[in-house]
T-cell receptor, first 114, second 111 residues
Framework: ETGVTQTPRHLVMGMTNKKSLKCEQH?????MYWYKQSAKKPLELMFV???????ENNSVPSRFSPECPNSSHLFLHLHTLQPEDSALYLC?????????????FGPGTRLTVL | GEDVEQSLFLSVREGDSSVINCTYT??????LYWYKQEPGAGLQLLTY?????DMKQDQRLTVLLNKKDKHLSLRIADTQTGDSAIYFC???????????FGQGTTLQVKP
């Protein structure tokens, strides 16, 4: 247990569906992240939030829409996805600011787009 | 931008030492990390090293950093079958603060 939980763990959706991924951290961190992990590719950073403000959008298509209502919760809203969006979506959190800034990861949501 | 490279696969016998290697390009990297990912799970932080250190030891894990060659290694002593996983090296850019991950090394431990 890393203190970061993600739901659902598995999700299958059609290209016309709308769904949301949820991440919650119980570590008192102020930074939260979404990553995409595809087979045979390095981990890709998607979004970063610091103190609920989005500080990084790594050229992610608008069909992915993040939301951070508070420092403990992070959502990723999905709509009109493509089959190539199928991947493991990982959430992470860290203390904001300098230092080692270790990121703690959740177990991920395995997303399949049909 | 930063690039982090790892070999893709390593196979060892139980009880042997494993050495996983990583090279990076960003000389401004302030911290370098090793993460472990077991099947169906997220990434677990194993250890990290600050860029002004050469070595860090934590129980069975030894991290060596050669800053001149931009080379990082993770040595696992007395490797066990439970160490079978994918190991990711990551560097934290001194300029952007972002973590850049390698593609991961799959460690297979044979009994």
């Amino acid at each position: 247990e890393t203190g970061v939980t993600q739901t659902p763990r598995h999700l299958v959706m059609g290209m016309t569906n709308k769904k949301s991924l949820k991440c919650e951290q119980h570590l008192g961190h102020n930074a939260m992240y979404w990553y995409k992990q595809s087979a045979k590719k390095p981990l890709e950073l998607m979004f970063v939030y610091n103190f609920k403000e989005q500080t990084e959008n790594n050229s992610v298509p608008s069909r992915f829409s993040p939301e951070c209502p508070n420092s403990s919760h992070l959502f990723l809203h999905l709509h009109t996805l493509q089959p190539e969006d199928s991947a493991l979506y990982l959430c992470a959190s860290s203390p904001a600011g300098g230092g080692a800034n270790e990121q703690f990861f959740g177990p991920g949501t395995r997303l399949t787009v049909l | 931008g930063e690039d982090v490279e790892q070999s893709l696969f390593l196979s060892v016998r139980e009880g042997d030492s494993s050495v996983i290697n990583c090279t990076y390009t960003d000389s401004s990297s302030t911290y370098l990390y090793w993460y472990k990912q077991e099947p169906g799970a997220g990434l677990q932080l194993l250890t990290y090293i600050f860029s002004n250190m050469d070595m860090k030891q934590d129980q069975r894990l030894t991290v060596l950093l050669n800053k001149k060659d931009k080379h990082l290694s993770l040595r696992i002593a007395d490797t066990q079958t439970g160490d079978s996983a994918i190991y990711f090296c990551a560097g934290r850019s001194g300029n952007t603060g972002k973590l850049i991950f390698g593609q991961g090394t799959t460690l297979q431990v044979k009994p």
